[in-house]
Nanobody, 124 residues
Framework: QLQLVESGGGLVQPGGSLRLSCAAS????????MGWFRQAPGKEREGVSC????????DYADAVKGRFTISKDNAKNAVYLQMNSLKPEDTAVYYC?????????????????WGQGTQVSVSS
């Protein structure tokens, strides 16, 4: 079964940190650009960050630059999003996705796979 499974979401206080993980099964991430999207209630899904297939290039949405870090471990077939200095406006469902062409505007393009999402809530 070809799938992406996210984990690591939860409730955190403002200023706190979370690390999201996205594990692939049934296919290898070696040839895919990987990214994280998020969707807050009543808002459109937006690209948060993207990393190229070889892990050498990354891109971030302005709202998360300097706070979030994306990384990719092809040996573990997984991608991660380290989120620091979290703000209430970061509250959303976070999704990982795989695209076969590359990154543009902080998102992978030509998407092939989506995860089911993990909830991140930032509140005091």
């Amino acid at each position: 079964q070809l799938q992406l499974v996210e984990s690591g979401g939860g409730l955190v206080q403002p200023g706190g940190s979370l690390r999201l993980s996205c594990a692939a099964s049934g296919f290898t991430l070696d040839y895919y650009a990987m990214g994280w999207f998020r969707q807050a209630p009543g808002k459109e899904r937006e690209g948060v960050s993207c990393i190229t297939s070889n892990g050498l290039d990354t891109d971030y949405a302005d709202a998360v630059k300097g706070r979030f870090t994306i990384s990719k471990d092809n040996a573990k077939n997984a991608v991660y999003l380290q989120m620091n200095s979290l703000k209430p406006e970061d509250t959303a469902v976070y999704y990982c996705a795989a695209g076969h062409t590359g990154c543009s505007a902080a998102r992978p393009i030509d998407l092939d796979y989506w995860g089911q999402g993990t909830q991140v809530s930032v509140s005091s």
